[in-house]
C-alpha cells in the first residue's frame, strides 16, 4: 500500500474527510481520482477526468447516488456509466461513455483505494484510530530521516518525547509532496492526542528541513 507496486491497497483519504454527498481529489501511484460518497453513504472512486472535455470531477458535485462534472453536467453512476447528458436531455447516453473506476473500501476509519488488483481486503490496524492527515514538502527520503527509520508496508510507527507511539502512513503526491495519515492509540486522551498532533507536526517540520537542504542520502 505503500509502495510503488501494484496490486495493493492505498490509503487516500480518512472516513471523517469526506461528508456525505461530497467530492475530493485524491491520488494514487496510478494517477489522480475523484473520490466521493454518494447520498446514501456509498463510496465511489473515479477517474478524475470527464470523457467530455476533460473537466475534473473532483470540481463538480454529487447528486444523488452519481456524480455531476461542474462544465457541462454530464453526469456518471458509481460503477463509472454515463447517466445523464443535460444538452441532449432525451438521449440515452451510450454504453461507450464512460468513466474508469477503482475498487474502494473504508476499514478503521480509512478509505482505501485498489491499485491494481490486489488480494484481500486493506489491512486494519489494531489499536489505532485516525487523528487527521497532513502533507509535507518532503519525499520519503526526507521523512525516513526525520523519523530515523524506514517505512515498512505498514508505515512508521514513530514516537516524539512527551507524546503517544504514532502511525505514519505516507502517500507521495504531486511535486514531491507526501500525504501523511496519522493514527493514534485507540485509548488516547484530548491531551495525548494534541501531542500526537504537534509531534506529527514538527515531524513534517524537520522532513522538509531536510527536503530544502538537499542533504537526503
Known amino acids: 500500500m505503500l509502495s510503488d507496486k501494484t496490486d495493493t491497497w492505498v490509503p487516500v483519504a480518512l472516513t471523517q474527510d469526506l461528508p456525505t454527498g461530497q467530492v475530493m481529489p485524491a491520488r494514487t501511484p496510478a494517477g489522480p481520482i475523484a473520490l466521493w460518497r454518494s447520498q446514501s453513504g456509498r463510496l465511489a472512486a473515479s477517474a478524475d477526468r470527464c470523457p467530455h472535455r476533460g473537466m475534473r470531477l473532483s470540481h463538480g458535485f454529487v447528486r444523488g447516488e452519481a456524480l455531476s462534472c461542474i462544465y457541462h453536467g454530464w453526469t456518471y453512476s458509481q460503477a463509472g456509466q454515463c447517466l445523464r447528458i443535460p444538452a441532449h436531455p432525451s438521449l440515452t447516453p451510450p454504453e461507450t461513455i464512460r468513466v474508469t473506476t477503482r475498487l474502494v473500501e473504508e476499514a478503521g476509519g480509512i478509505i482505501w483505494v485498489a491499485d491494481g488488483e490486489p488480494d484481500g481486503k486493506p489491512p486494519l490496524f489494531e489499536g489505532y484510530v485516525p487523528l487527521r492527515s497532513l502533507t509535507a514538502r518532503a519525499g520519503h ?71 530544502a537542504k538537499g542533504t537526503v542520502p
Do not use: N
Not at 163 to 172: N, W
Open 141 to 211: 527520503s526526507a521523512l525516513s530521516v526525520a523519523a530515523g527509520t524506514k517505512a515498512t508496508v505498514e508505515g512508521y510507527v514513530w514516537q516524539a518525547p512527551g507524546a503517544p507511539a504514532i502511525r505514519l502512513l505516507p502517500i507521495p503526491q504531486e511535486a514531491g509532496e507526501t500525504l501523511i495519515h496519522v493514527l493514534v492509540p485507540a485509548d488516547c486522551d484530548a491531551s495525548e492526542r494534541i501531542a500526537a498532533s504537534r509531534a506529527a507536526e514538527s515531524l513534517r517540520r524537520v522532513a522538509e528541513g531536510i527536503e
